[in-house]
């Protein structure tokens, strides 16, 4: 991953609402203002990013989810780097950053 | 002197003006539907006049004092902040709402995409039409704001087969000094009936003024982006309400439609109720 080590970490942000809609979430920054739509899987990798799991172990777990034998290793990072550019999660403050 | 009646969906308020000719101007903001399953509480405005401006008492206690146009902006605001009070955490998509036979269609437009001169049509063809300016977006079901028609002089003429009592239709001046009618749903001679329930189908508008009416259907990622544009919501729990957008978008079949000529726009819509299972 170009940017984002596999060991880097990620958290969640605060002021951040998620509202479950049937084929993704709403998520609403009070900040910014914005309003944004994830699909199932970049919510996937937002939620585990809550959970202050490692860019590796995220694409490891998207993998075993959908059973896939090459580890979506670009599309993870492109979704991670599109959650830190929209402010909607932070690398984790122990993680090196991108 | 009768009252003039401004329900919202919670409340009934009651102008009472000191002359006709008061009357016949603060008519604008009038909007008495039949809301059958909606109790309202029925609070009432007294307006009397002094040193030549008008006087009026809010249920607040608060006085608005000027002339009938700014009664009438006041109005406006109250029942906005009414409705917005009332429904807490609930995105309003700006549009028209209209029963085509059992089927409740949405109307959304852009201001001058001709959805208001489309549901005057419509009214006149028969159809009910529930509002023109909201639909409010409950959990589990949508309710039209009451409100009339607002359309400018210019546009009424588009509209043929007008019946002579419209032109007595309450108006205001415009900025621009053009006229603004508001006109009842009741214009077709069908009673003004708004009940909560479900929205069967979205009919995004798109001005094609002196062409022919187009209708096509759209995706539900399309008609969620656009009617993104046109929704407004809350201060609060905005994930929630753009999430009830978003199932609306999803679930409800959308279309979008060339809005020129009336009659064509009517064959689409009413082609669109009868093909909804």
């Known amino acids: ?25 709403m998520v609403y920054q009070n900040e910014r203002e914005r309003v ?17 799991k490692t860019a590796g172990e995220i694409e490891a777990f998207i993998a075993d989810a959908f059973g896939l034998d090459v580890a979506p290793t670009e599309a993870v990072k492109e979704c991670l780097t599109s959650l830190l550019d929209e402010g909607l999660v932070i690398c984790a403050p122990s993680s090196a950053a991108p | 002197m009768r009252p003039i009646v401004c329900r919202t969906l919670r409340r009934e308020y009651r102008l009472h ?31 009397r006049f002094r040193d030549g401006f008008l006087v009026a ?15 009438v902006s006041a109005m406006h605001r109250i ?7 009332g429904e807490r955490h609930t ?50 079901e949508v309710v039209a704001r009451p409100r009339t028609l607002r359309i400018k002089e210019g546009s009424l003429r588009l509209v043929p087969g007008l019946p002579e009592h419209i032109w007595e239709a309450p108006s205001i001046n415009n900025w621009d000094g053009s006229v603004i009618r508001s006109i009842s749903p009741t214009i077709g001679g069908r009673p003004w009936v708004i009940r909560p329930g479900n929205l069967d189908a979205v ?9 022919r009416s187009v209708a096509r259907p759209i995706t539900g990622k399309d008609a969620f982006g656009r009617l993104m544009t046109e929704v407004l919501l809350p201060q609060g729990g905005v994930a929630i309400a753009a999430g009830r957008l978003r199932r609306i978008a999803m679930e409800v079949p959308a279309y979008q439609l060339l809005l020129g000529d009336l009659a064509t726009a009517e064959w689409h819509l009413s082609s669109i109720a009868s093909q909804l299972t």
């Open chain 2, 91 to 140: 995105p309003f998509i700006h549009g028209a709402t209209v029963m085509i036979g059992s089927r409740r269609i949405l109307l959304v437009g852009h201001k001058g995409s001709g959805k208001s001169t489309l549901a005057l049509h419509l009214s006149l063809a028969g159809h009910d039409v529930e509002g023109d300016e909201h639909l409010v977006i409950r959990e589990s």
């Open chain 1, 1 to 25: 991953m170009t940017g984002i080590a596999p060991d880097t970490k990620f958290s969640s942000v605060d002021g951040i609402e998620v509202n479950r809609v049937p084929d993704g979430a």
């Open chain 2, 203 to 211: 009919v995004l508008l798109v001005a094609n003024h002196g062409g």
């Open chain 1, 36 to 52: 944004h739509f994830l699909n199932p899987t970049a919510l996937i990798v937002f939620e585990l990013c809550g959970l202050n």
């Open chain 2, 79 to 85: 029942v906005l902040v009414d409705l917005i009070e």
């Open chain 2, 17 to 47: 003006p000191p002359s006709d000719e008061v009357a016949s101007l603060l008519r604008f903001v009038e909007a008495a539907p039949e809301l059958p399953a909606l109790p309202l509480e029925v609070l009432d405005i007294p307006v």
């Open chain 2, 57 to 71: 008492t809010m249920p607040s206690g608060e006085l608005v004092e000027g002339t009938p146009n700014h009664l």
